[in-house]
């Protein structure tokens, strides 16, 4: 049974930083496509960043160079660094996986961004 467990959201100023983690379970993190996905009041769901098992990155125009989206192969981990955040950013971050042709979210964390 796979599950994805996501952890480190938080309330933080504007020009903070969070790291969130993506733990995963039931399968391999290293031979899947890991991505993270947020969603804000009253918008739909959108794309931040993916990571593929080859290793390489994506990233949504309006998160590039202020999100880092890496992996540890050893914790089966996949993390989110989220650097210079905007109260734009203030939504629910779901990670998503796609593996062996099948997909999976986890239950999301809050992430706000406010003074």
């Known amino acids: 049974q796979v599950q994805l467990v996501e952890s480190g959201g938080g309330l933080v100023q504007p020009g903070g930083s969070l790291r969130l983690s993506c733990a995963a379970s039931g399968m391999i993190c290293s031979s899947a496509t890991i991505s993270w996905y947020r969603q804000a009041p009253g918008k739909q769901r959108e794309l931040v960043a993916a990571?593929?098992?080859?290793?390489?990155?994506n990233y949504a125009d309006s998160v590039n160079a202020r999100f880092t989206i890496s992996r540890d192969n050893a914790k089966n981990t996949v993390y989110l660094q989220m650097n210079s955040l905007k109260p734009e950013d203030t939504a629910v971050y779901y990670c998503?996986?796609?593996?062996?042709?099948?997909?999976?979210w986890g239950q999301g964390t809050q992430v706000t961004v406010s003074s």
């Open positions: 998503h996986a796609r593996f062996v042709g099948n997909y999976y």
């Open positions: 990571i593929t098992s080859g290793g390489s990155t």
